[in-house]
C-alpha cells in the first residue's frame, strides 16, 4: 500500500521513507475490511489495468491538502482505446450529470420497455464524448449487456463499410500480422458460431476482408445492386444474431467519419431491430443537419465545462495540488473549457514549463483549432523523447490503432524492442494501448496528439514516413486494403502508384455499389495523376480513371449532372491525343447527358459520331448502339420515319452471343432498349396494332434479363407513356407500382419519379382529382430539380390537361408555355400534344377568344401531320371537334379524316 509520489519533474519515486510511507499508512487507516484503497497517483499509475470508485477527497493527518482517494473493485478487461487515454488525466468526469442521467434514461427504457432508444452525441474534440460513454458503462448496469462498439477514422471514412468488417475482423480473433489463410479459417470459424456456413456467405465474408477477389458466378449477378444486397444480407443476419433478444447497446464513435455504405447498413440494422431492447448511441464532432433530427430526436451536445467544474476537473489531475492558485486559474482559463486541454495543460505546467505562466488566454479560438499555446506544448512532449520520433511519426501518419508487428516492419526494428519503445510511451501518457486477447494494437493517447505529431513534420519526413509504411504494409501476410494503401501511396508522394491504387479502389466500390466512396477514391486518382502530367504514360491511365467515373457519377448525381458531361469532355479530349476503346464510353455518356439534359441538336451529332467511329473501327455492339442511339436522338428531333430505320437496324443486327457482353459496361441492353423505343415510334406513326405485340414481346424479354435500367426503360415508354396515351387507366396503375418499387429497389431515382407521375395520372383518370395532381405535380418538380427534359414536355401536357378538366385553365395555360418553351430548346416529339392541351385550356378559359384557341389547334393538326403522326393528329382532331362544335363544315371534314386515319390503323 504504498502511493508513489510525484516529483517536480513529474516523475515518480517509489521511496519507502519520507512522505510515501506516511500517507500509505493513512490511507490503510480508512480501508474497511477487505477493501483495498489507493491515492489517484497509484490509480493513474495502474494504467487502467483495475476498476476504481473514487470515494472523494479526505483531509489525512500530517498532509496540508486533501487527498483523493478511490477503491480498488477488481482487475479490468483490456480497455479499448478510449478507456486507455483516460487514465492520463482526470481520474473523474465532472460537469455531465444531467447528460450521464440521460444515457442511463434511455437505457432503463431500453430494459424495462423492452424498446429500441438513440442517443446522438455531440461535441468537439477533447470535449469527452467517448469518456461519457465509459463513464455510463461503468456506472450503470450494463455488465451483462451485449456491447459493440465501431470505430470510424478519418483514414476510412472512404472505405465501405470499414467499421463494421473491421469489427468483426477483430471479433473472429484476426491480428494484423495474420497471413490470408489464418484470417480465412478464423472468419469462418465465427461464422459458424451463428450457424452460418454456407460457401456463398464464407466467400462474401472473405471478399469484405479483402482475402478474395469476388466471384460473379457464385453470387449469381454481376450487377454491384446484386452484390450490395448479398453482403448487406450477410451482415445483418450476423449482427442480428450478435445482438439477440437481450438488451443490448450499439455505441458509433467518431460517427463524423462514418463512411455512407455504413450509414446506410447502420440505419437499415435499426430499422430491423427496431422491436428489439437496443441502445445505439452515435458520438460525433459535427452537429445533426435538420433533415437527420426527426430520425435522431434524442440528442445530447457536449458543451465546454463552466469555469467552476474545469476547476474541479484540474483537481482531480494527479499532482495539481502542487499547482498555485494563479498558474491553476491560468490553466482553466487557457482550456477553453475542453477537458482534454484542461488535462494537458496541467502535464505540462506539472513539467515546470515556465513559459505557460506568461503566456495570455487565447483569443476567438475557432472550435475544432488547437490553441496556439496547446499545440505548443503537445509539440514539446512529443520532441521530449527524440529516441522515438521515427516511431511516432509511423504512428502518426499511420493513422488508425498500429500493431507492433506492423511497425517492426515499418521501421526495421525487432519487436522487443518496439514494444520497449511504446511500453515508455504509454508510461509518459503520450500512446494507450487497446485490443483484446487476440492482438494489442496501439496508437495516440488522443486524436489532438496525432494530429500535432503528424502536422508537424516537415514534407519529406511526411513522405519518408509513409514509404516506411507502405513498404510494411506490402510486407505483411495480409494484404492492405486498397484505400488504405493508396492513402500511404499518396502521402508518400508515389503518385503513379497512388493513382493506380485508388482506381483500384474506386472501381472495386463501384462493384460494391458503393459510389459515393468510389467516387472520393476516384477523384483522388484523378488527383495524383495531375502530380504526374510530366510523366509520357500518364494519359491511358487517366483514360481508365475518368471512364470508371462516369458510373458513379450517374448513379450519385443523375444522368443530368455537370459532372458527367465534364467528366466525359475531359476524356474525349484525351483520346484525340492517345486513341482509345475508352472513346465510346465517353460518347455514350456524353449522348445521355445531351439527351437527358434537352440539348437534342447535340445528342444527334453525338449519336452519328458514335455510330461512325463505330463502323470505322468494325465494332459491331458499337454499331448496334450507335444505331439505337440515333434512332432516340432523331425521334426527339421530331424525325420519326428516320428514327424507325436506325432502330430497326440496331434491332436486327442484334447479336446476344456478342451484345450481352457490353450490357453492363454501357449501362442498357440493346434489344430491350432498341424495342422499347421502336414500340413507342410505332404507336406515335399510329401503328398501334404493332406496337402492342412488341411491347408485350419487350417487356416480357425486360422480365428474363432484370437488367435494371434496361427494365425501367421498357416499363417507362411501354407501360407509362403508350398505356396512357391509350387509356388504359389500370394497366398505368399495374405497370408504374411496378416501375417505382423496381427503381427503389435498384437506385434508379428518376424512373420512380416517372413511376409516381404516371401513378398520379392514373389517380386523377380514376376520380383521385387532388392526390392525382399533388403527385404529377411534385413529380415535375422533382424532374425539374434533377434537371431532367427528356418527355417532360409530354408529361406537363398530360398535368395541364388534368388541370383544365379541375377547371384550373389559367395554370394550364402557364405550364403550357413552360412545355413550349423546352420544346423551342430541344426535343420536340411531344408538341403537337402541347398546342393541344394549350388549345383545350383556352376554349374553356377564355370562350372570348375562340379563335385563338381555333389557330392552335388547327397547328396541332397540321404538325401532326406533317411529322407523320396519325395518333396524335387524331388526338388533336378529336380536341378540333370540341372547340368548333357539332354540325359546322369542320366537323364533317374532321370526321372524314378520322375515318381515314382509323383505316390507316388496321
Not at 519503445?421 to 494489442?440: C, F, N, T, W, Y
Amino acid at each position: 500500500m504504498v502511493s508513489p509520489e510525484r516529483t517536480q519533474t513529474w516523475r515518480i519515486s517509489h521511496s519507502l521513507t519520507g512522505e510515501a510511507v506516511n500517507l500509505a499508512s493513512r490511507i490503510q487507516g480508512l480501508a474497511g475490511a477487505d477493501a483495498v484503497l489507493a491515492s489517484h497517483e497509484t490509480v493513474e499509475v495502474l494504467e487502467g489495468g483495475f476498476e476504481t470508485q473514487p470515494i472523494g477527497a479526505r483531509r489525512l493527518k500530517g498532509f496540508s491538502r486533501a487527498i483523493h482517494v478511490s477503491e480498488i473493485k477488481g482487475p479490468k478487461m483490456a480497455a479499448d482505446r478510449s478507456s486507455a487515454r483516460f487514465q492520463r488525466g482526470s481520474t473523474r468526469i465532472i460537469g455531465r450529470g444531467a447528460e450521464l442521467d440521460m444515457i442511463q434514461e434511455a437505457w432503463r427504457n431500453v430494459q424495462v420497455y423492452q424498446s429500441q432508444s438513440t442517443l446522438f452525441i455531440y461535441g468537439e474534440a477533447g470535449v469527452g464524448k467517448s469518456r461519457l460513454v465509459e463513464e455510463f458503462r461503468k456506472s450503470s448496469d450494463t455488465a451483462d449487456a451485449t456491447y459493440v462498439k465501431l470505430n470510424c477514422s478519418e483514414i476510412a471514412a472512404a472505405i465501405p463499410l470499414h467499421p463494421i468488417v473491421g469489427f468483426l475482423r477483430s471479433s473472429a480473433g484476426a491480428m494484423q500480422t495474420d497471413s490470408a489463410a489464418n484470417v480465412s479459417d478464423k472468419t469462418d470459424k465465427f461464422l459458424k458460431q451463428f450457424g452460418i456456413e454456407g460457401d456463398v456467405e464464407r466467400h462474401v465474408m472473405r471478399s469484405l476482408l479483402g482475402l478474395e477477389s469476388v466471384d460473379q458466378a457464385r453470387l449469381g449477378s454481376a450487377q454491384p445492386r446484386h452484390r450490395k444486397k448479398i453482403e448487406f444480407g450477410l451482415l445483418l443476419g450476423i449482427f442480428e444474431r450478435l445482438l439477440g433478444p437481450a438488451p443490448c447497446i450499439l455505441f458509433l464513435d467518431d460517427v463524423h467519419w462514418l463512411d455512407p455504405s455504413s450509414r446506410e447498413f447502420i440505419e437499415i440494422l435499426i430499422e430491423r431491430l427496431k422491436g428489439r431492447p437496443l441502445l445505439v448511441m452515435l458520438a460525433s464532432r459535427k452537429k445533426l443537419e435538420v433533415s437527420a433530427r426527426e430520425r435522431y430526436p434524442h440528442s445530447i451536445d457536449l458543451e465546454p465545462l463552466n469555469f467552476a467544474d474545469s476547476h474541479e476537473v484540474l483537481s482531480w489531475v494527479p499532482g495539481t495540488d502542487q499547482l498555485g492558485h494563479h498558474t491553476t486559474r491560468q490553466i482553466v482559463e487557457l482550456s477553453d473549457g475542453i477537458p482534454f486541454y484542461l488535462e494537458e495543460l496541467a502535464i505540462a505546467a506539472l513539467e515546470h514549463r515556465g513559459h505557460l505562466a506568461t503566456r495570455e488566454p487565447p483569443k476567438n479560438v475557432r472550435r475544432y483549432e488547437i490553441p496556439l499555446l496547446l499545440a505548443e506544448l503537445l509539440s514539446e512532449r512529443l520532441d521530449s523523447v527524440p529516441s522515438m520520433q521515427p516511431l511516432l511519426r509511423v504512428m502518426s501518419a499511420f493513422g488508425e490503432p498500429i500493431s507492433v508487428q506492423i511497425l517492426s516492419l515499418a521501421l526495421g526494428e525487432p519487436p522487443d524492442q518496439i514494444q520497449a519503445k511504446l511500453a515508455a510511451l504509454i508510461h509518459e501518457g503520450v500512446v494507450a494501448v487497446s485490443g483484446g486477447s487476440s492482438e494489442e494494437v496501439y496508437d495516440f493517447r488522443h486524436a489532438l496528439l496525432n494530429r500535432v505529431c503528424y502536422g508537424g513534420m516537415v514534407h519529406a519526413i511526411r513522405h519518408e514516413s509513409h514509404r516506411r509504411i507502405v513498404s510494411a504494409l506490402l510486407s505483411n501476410n495480409t494484404p492492405p486494403v486498397a484505400e488504405v494503401l493508396a492513402h500511404h501511396l499518396t502521402g508518400a508522394a508515389m503518385y503513379e502508384k497512388a493513382a493506380e491504387a485508388w482506381l483500384k479502389a474506386g472501381t472495386e466500390a463501384a462493384r460494391r455499389s458503393a459510389n459515393v466512396e468510389a467516387i472520393n477514391s476516384l477523384s483522388r486518382a484523378l488527383d495524383a495523376v495531375g502530380q504526374i502530367r510530366d510523366s509520357p504514360g500518364y494519359i491511358p491511365l487517366e483514360l481508365m480513371v475518368r471512364a470508371s467515373l462516369v458510373g458513379p457519377y450517374v448513379a450519385v448525381k443523375g444522368f443530368c449532372a455537370p459532372e458527367v458531361f465534364e467528366c466525359c469532355s475531359a476524356g474525349l479530349s484525351l483520346c484525340e491525343k492517345h486513341p482509345s476503346p475508352y472513346v465510346f464510353p465517353f460518347l455514350y455518356a456524353r449522348f445521355t447527358w445531351e439527351i437527358t439534359t434537352g440539348h437534342v441538336h447535340a445528342a444527334l451529332a453525338t449519336a452519328q459520331a458514335f455510330l461512325d467511329l463505330a463502323a470505322a473501327r468494325n465494332y459491331q455492339p458499337g454499331e448496334t448502339i450507335g444505331n439505337r442511339l440515333l434512332g432516340m436522338a432523331l425521334f426527339a428531333n421530331g424525325q420519326s420515319k428516320e428514327a424507325e430505320r436506325a432502330l430497326s437496324s440496331s434491332i436486327l443486327n442484334y447479336n446476344p452471343d456478342v451484345d450481352n457482353s457490353v450490357t453492363y459496361l454501357f449501362g442498357a441492353n440493346s434489344k430491350i432498349t432498341g424495342q422499347a423505343l421502336l414500340s413507342l415510334v410505332l404507336f406515335y406513326s399510329g401503328r398501334d396494332h404493332e406496337a402492342a405485340t412488341l411491347g408485350i414481346e419487350t417487356l416480357r424479354h425486360a422480365d428474363e434479363l432484370r437488367h435494371p435500367l434496361s427494365t425501367a426503360i421498357a416499363i417507362g415508354y411501354i407501360g407509362g407513356f403508350i398505356a396512357a396515351y391509350n387509356g388504359e387507366v389500370e394497366n398505368v396503375v399495374s405497370q408504374s407500382r411496378r416501375l417505382v418499387t423496381f427503381s427503389a429497389e435498384n437506385s434508379l431515382r428518376v424512373f420512380q419519379i416517372f413511376g409516381d407521375f404516371f401513378l398520379g395520372w392514373a389517380s386523377f383518370q380514376s376520380g383521385r382529382l387532388a392526390s392525382g395532381l399533388q403527385l404529377m405535380s411534385e413529380a415535375l418538380e422533382n424532374l425539374a430539380a434533377i434537371g431532367w427534359k427528356l418527355s417532360v414536355p409530354n408529361m406537363i401536357a398530360f398535368y395541364a390537361e388534368a388541370c383544365v378538366a379541375v377547371g384550373k385553365t389559367s395554370e394550364a395555360m402557364q405550364l403550357c408555355e413552360l412545355a413550349k418553351t423546352l420544346v423551342s430548346e430541344g426535343e420536340t416529339w411531344g408538341e403537337c400534344e402541347v398546342l393541344r392541351v394549350e388549345a383545350l385550356a383556352m376554349h374553356h378559359g377564355q370562350p372570348e377568344d375562340s379563335l385563338a384557341a381555333e389557330r392552335l389547334i388547327q397547328r396541332s393538326v397540321a404538325l401532326a401531320r406533317e411529322r407523320l403522326s396519325p395518333t396524335f393528329e387524331r388526338r388533336a382532331l378529336k380536341t378540333a371537334k370540341l372547340i368548333f362544335g357539332r354540325e359546322t363544315i369542320q366537323d364533317d371534314a374532321i370526321e372524314h379524316r378520322l375515318l381515314e386515319i382509323g383505316n390507316m390503323g388496321k
